[in-house]
């Protein structure tokens, strides 16, 4: 009964959070059975264009490493500001919301090359707090219950937190627009405009192609894991 019941909730979360959840969860559990390893997944540009092992622009976004406080951590943040987003600004714009998946991820891949890192899921975490961040800039967080301050500066509050815990802050820097004052203006605040209601460029707006297709994305089957073990009694 309580596997059901935790199985019947984990069905209301939004279709893209639990998605992108549960493929971290389950590629991170893969890792820690040794039935993958970590080599496997990494962003290797040699071998995606050489060896076509393109699976690798997907694999690492979604480990974070193996488990302890840095996983636990990285995931709470991702799934609470990704559902946040999902029910929020982007209700009803399931195509607007993955386009920003997709579009992000280009960019973070594209920066990702010049500083030659192997995991961008943390960045991509960065992302989807920055991009709550400006759509929610009146609202007061608590960290951790140490520190109380207004939405936009919760990225920069990850971002001191990640240093303090010894690691490199580069890859936070990726979901920050600041990281890419080098871009056109159109790319440095896509996540700005991707949050609004009427989104400001054409370049920001999912093509009608994508729309249609995600228009049926929640009631695909593989966005209702274990369906079955909920319908199905003992």
Request: hydrophobic share 50%; net charge positive; aromatic share 18%.
């Amino acid at each position: 009964m309580a596997w059901q019941g935790l199985t019947a909730e984990f069905l209301q979360v939004p279709a893209v959070t639990r998605a992108y959840t549960a493929a971290c969860v389950l590629t991170t559990a893969a890792v820690q059975l040794e039935l993958l390893s970590p080599f496997q997944l990494y962003f290797n540009p040699h071998l995606v264009f050489r060896k076509f092992q393109v699976w690798r622009l997907v694999t690492n976004f979604l480990f974070f490493g193996p488990l302890g406080f840095s996983f636990f951590f990285n995931m709470l943040f991702v799934f609470r500001y990704c559902r946040m987003l999902e029910e929020g600004s982007f209700r009803g714009r399931t195509a607007d919301f993955v386009f920003m998946f997709l579009f992000g991820g280009v960019l973070m891949t594209l920066l990702g090359l010049l500083g030659s890192l192997f995991f961008l899921g943390q960045a991509l975490t960065v992302m989807l707090v920055y991009v709550w961040s400006r759509r929610n800039p009146r609202v007061r967080v608590n960290f951790f219950g140490l520190l109380t301050f207004q939405a936009p500066f919760l990225p920069w509050a990850l971002m001191g937190f990640s240093l303090l815990l010894g690691n490199s802050i580069l890859v936070d820097l990726l979901g920050e627009p600041a990281c890419a004052s080098a871009l056109p203006k159109q790319a440095v605040w896509y996540l700005m405009v991707f949050g609004r209601a009427t989104p400001g460029w054409l370049l920001c707006q999912s093509p009608p192609s994508h729309r249609h297709w995600t228009s049926h994305l929640s009631s695909h089957p593989l966005f209702l894991p274990c369906q079955l073990l909920c319908s199905s009694g003992p």
